[in-house]
């Protein structure tokens, strides 16, 4: 069983930067893959980036150069650093990850950008 916990969403003028923080539980974080996505009303979830067990990353090209991707193995922690903020990044973020088929989400954690 896993559980993911998101951080560190909030209310942020344009330009600005955010660092969200994804807890996981459970056991072998370190072979998984990990994942944020996010979501506006109305809309399907966006894969924003994804880190693999090996560190390896990969970006939507509409956050491609503004946002960072990174683990912390050792305290099962994934983050997502966010910089040069639009408007058009509002929404709430997910943190994600599958294991033997199964995917896994946090309740997700709200981001505002004012223009």
């Known amino acids: 069983q896993v559980q993911l916990v998101e951080s560190g969403g909030g209310l942020v003028q344009a330009g600005g930067s955010l660092r969200l923080s994804c807890a996981a539980s459970g056991s072998f974080f370190s072979s998984y893959s990990m994942k944020w996505y996010r979501q506006t009303p109305g809309n399907e979830r966006e894969l924003v980036a994804s880190?693999?067990?090996?560190?390896?990353?990969n970006y939507a090209d509409s956050v491609k150069d503004r946002f960072t991707i990174s683990r912390d193995n050792s305290a099962k922690m994934t983050y997502l650093q966010m910089n040069s903020l639009k408007p058009e990044d509002t929404a709430v973020y997910y943190c994600?990850?599958?294991?033997?088929?199964?995917?896994?989400w946090g309740q997700g954690t709200q981001v505002i950008v004012s223009s």
């Open positions: 994600a990850t599958s294991r033997r088929g199964v995917d896994y």
């Open positions: 880190i693999t067990s090996g560190g390896s990353t």
